[in-house]
């Protein structure tokens, strides 16, 4: 359903990008603990879009969960590091080893 509107030739987020986050939601409401769910709309969002504080704010999520995302940490480190080259090209890039504060994060969604 959400792969569908890549297709939508206006570029505007069609309603099946919304129904698909509503069921996203209600996955995370059955299961708050697992990551999946937020995985799944991080996905969702348009990079483009508040320059991808929103996909960066799913993918936290989906790491902060009890039971993270299988490849939370790396689609983190991703978006932030996609983020930092735009702002700040003089930092160093961020990898796994430099990203400990985020394994220590110990939010429970």
Known sequence: MRY??????????????DVARRYYAQ???ILPMDGTAFNQMAVLCT?????GCDTAF???C?????KPFASAMAN??????????CVLP???????SN???????SLNY
């Open 47 to 51: 990079p483009t879009l508040n320059n």
């Open 76 to 85: 983190t480190v991703l978006i932030l590091e996609k983020a930092r080259s």
């Open 62 to 66: 989906s790491l902060a969960c009890k």
């Open 90 to 96: 003089v930092m160093p890039p961020l990898n796994t």
């Open 58 to 60: 799913y993918y936290l």
């Open 99 to 105: 990203s400990v504060a985020l394994k220590k994060c």
């Open 27 to 29: 996955a995370h409401a």
């Open 4 to 17: 569908m509107d890549g297709f939508n030739m206006d570029g505007l987020i069609g309603s099946r990008t």
